[in-house]
């Protein structure tokens, strides 16, 4: 059974696959491409609609969601294909562009997080350098993540062919120097897109919780002493935190902890199917915790639909029309940035 794994492995053996296994994760496949696909591209056409309102935070959110509709087109969507037909169809250029786009939305997905980690780990412990209003569409941080993405996702095109396993047969197969190749492959996989990005957020994290405590503790110090005793400088700067980019913290927070929920099975079994020759490949538990890295890609636009309150709302009155209830929470999205901006304005003064 292939499973996700060919995403990284390919097909390395001509082995018989399960028929019924293959028919379940074709099944769990298209609801994951059509979820993936319909919550991503309507929440993409929301912020597209309101792009001259984008604030920073946002202009990563569009991104996170065009990364994740690759994932949905460019790796589940071909993988859905390759399971339905068993083999690959297809000249030997498409072979590697798509085995090439299938990492590139791996890496896109996971770098728009850092990224994303990044720029709120900045506007909390150092607001000096966080809006950048004119420059938010195109900013250092997204077009850094897109080049590792691309660059990153290389060696794909020099692994994968197509082959001919046998007289008139072909299929989409990876090639690796024997006995070590794949096995430091899939391990170097596993440190730039799992293990380097997760310890880069966790770093930034425990920074911002060290902030965030440390505002919660000068509000509470100083509520009971006189209005007229000014506080210090720093004081005034860490308890300026405001409460939309606390919000803006704990949503990150809860991306963060679904993207390892869902991408930790699945690099542990890639790990464990390379380096453990007696490892159940073929199993059905293997099947499902591959497929949960998909699933990463439908969670994404949910957890920011509940933290945004009223997008919901929004998409509904794009889908249907109503774009006088829509302008109107457009504008209140403007006036609330601009609170943002003028309120960052001030706490700049404190360093």
Known sequence: MRGLSDVLLGRLEDDPRDERLARLEIALLSIIFIAAGLLNFGLLLVLWKRR???SRMRVFVLH???ADLVVAFFQVCPQLMWDITDRFVGPDALCRLVKYLQVVGMFASTYMIVVMTVDRYQA??????????RRARWNGPVCAAWRVSFVGSLPQV????RV???????????QFVRPWGLRAYVTWTTLVIFVLPILIVIVCQVRICHTVHASIHVKTHHAGQPATKPLSSRASCVAGLSKARVKTVKMTVVIVLAYIICWAPFFTVQLW??????A?????TFTILMLLASLNSCVNPCIYMVFSGKLPERLAALLCGDEPELKESMQEETTMVSSLYISLKGLSECR
């Open 52 to 54: 001259k309102q984008l």
């Open 124 to 133: 909390i412990c150092n607001p000096m350098v966080t809006f950048q209003r």
């Open 64 to 66: 996170l969601c065009v």
């Open 280 to 284: 159940p490949t073929q199993s059905a």
């Open 273 to 278: 199917s390379v380096w453990d020759v007696k």
């Open 164 to 174: 001919e396993i046998a007289p008139g047969v072909y299929d989409c197969w990876g």
């Open 158 to 161: 020099f692994i994968f062919s």
